[in-house]
């Protein structure tokens, strides 16, 4: 049996520009899903 998996890295994010610790995970949550997102509807196509 055989895996295979596509990484994808996005752009660094600088930490110093959130409040906080829940701010950043918000944010780094939505680019994950717009990424997935977008490569979701690619392989769908």
Request: cysteine-free; overall charge positive.
């Amino acid at each position: 049996m055989s895996i295979k998996a596509k990484l994808i890295y996005l752009e660094p994010v600088n930490t110093e520009h959130f409040r906080n610790r829940k701010d950043l995970s918000n944010y780094i949550e939505g680019r994950i899903r717009k990424v997935y997102s977008s490569a979701l509807s690619k392989k769908l196509a």
